[in-house]
């Protein structure tokens, strides 16, 4: 067991194994920790996204402990089994294909389950992309927000980004290559040609590139190049000054709102001028409309 590199927890049964969560190089094999390989030959078993992929990685670093599948597939019949396994005082390590489990990646169920089963879990941290790419980014990372992948669905992928229209907060994507140029697109759309971006790809490995420009920029460029690897997008949040997109309907109802409030229709036209794209002139029209 590897009691010795976590601190004890109270009102947990000492009979009972340990679930380590253990992050892996994204790409780099150097940026696995001394403390990882020494979990990975220490557990009894490692559960891995896929086997044949972390096969490698412990061929790499001498490590002959057993492997047994856990993914998106397969989880809900293999959490039984794992926990059967913990309750037995056996000990587990997750791994995900790269980064760290649970983050756009198999681990919060099994983590979920643990916790109501009181059983102890442990993380062994590692590499993150979503950190690596927002620290060279360029943009502010004091306050961020993941999202991970946008859905897929039409619908509510532009949904979610019509939430994520005021967010001010810097974001972070992740996203497939056939689907890049796509999201950017619609980023475009949603949230403003304007706003900055740093697109990721294949970080610490060979060919790692760190493309920072507009929204509008990142459109033409991808439009002529083909994207490969995985990415990392980090955008600019919303600014405070930045003026919002109103339909006409919606400026209408803003107006009529102001209007009530007893605002005349010169103070409610500029106003309104300051915060939207529309000029005062035309909103001050629209307001004799109402």
């Known amino acids: 067991m590897l009691s010795s590199q976590v601190d004890s927890q109270q009102n947990l049964p000492e009979n009972q194994g340990i ?10 094999l150097e940026d696995m920790t001394f403390r990882a390989i020494k979990t990975l030959k220490c557990v009894d078993l490692i559960a891995a996204e896929d086997t044949r992929h972390t096969g490698v990685l412990l061929a790499h670093f001498q490590i002959a402990t057993n492997q047994i599948s856990y993914h998106q597939h397969n989880q809900n019949a293999r959490i039984p089994e ?4 913990l309750k037995q005082g056996k000990s587990i390590a997750l791994v995900t294909d790269a980064g760290m489990p649970g983050i756009s990646d198999p681990g919060h169920e099994i983590v979920s ?3 109501k089963q009181n059983i102890k879990v442990c993380p062994i941290p590692g590499v993150s992309a979503s950190l690596a790419a927002i620290v060279v980014s360029g943009l502010p990372s004091d306050r961020f927000v993941f999202e991970g992948f946008l859905p897929s669905c039409r619908q509510e992928r532009k949904e979610r980004l019509e939430y994520l229209s005021e967010e001010k907060q810097t974001m972070i994507f992740y996203e497939a290559p056939h689907r890049l140029l796509e999201t950017i697109g619609d980023l475009c759309q949603m949230l ?3 706003r900055n971006i740093a697109i990721a790809r294949e970080l610490t490995k060979l060919h ?3 493309w920072r420009g507009t929204l509008s920029e990142a459109l ?7 994207p490969r690897g995985e990415y990392t997008l980090i955008l600019e949040g919303k600014a405070l000054s930045e003026k919002i997109h109103l339909t006409a309907d919606q400026i209408k109802s803003e107006l009529s709102q102001l209007l009530a409030n007893g605002m005349s229709r010169s103070q409610a036209s500029a106003h309104l001028a300051k915060v939207t794209t529309f000029s005062r002139q035309y909103l001050y029209k629209l307001s004799l409309e109402l």
């Open 82 to 85: 794992l926990i059967a396994y």
């Open 113 to 115: 389950e643990c916790i």
């Open 208 to 210: 790692e590139e760190i």
């Open 220 to 226: 033409t460029i991808y439009q002529q190049r083909r």
């Open 192 to 194: 403003g040609q304007s």
């Open 19 to 28: 679930l380590y969560l253990v992050g892996t190089p994204i790409g780099n």
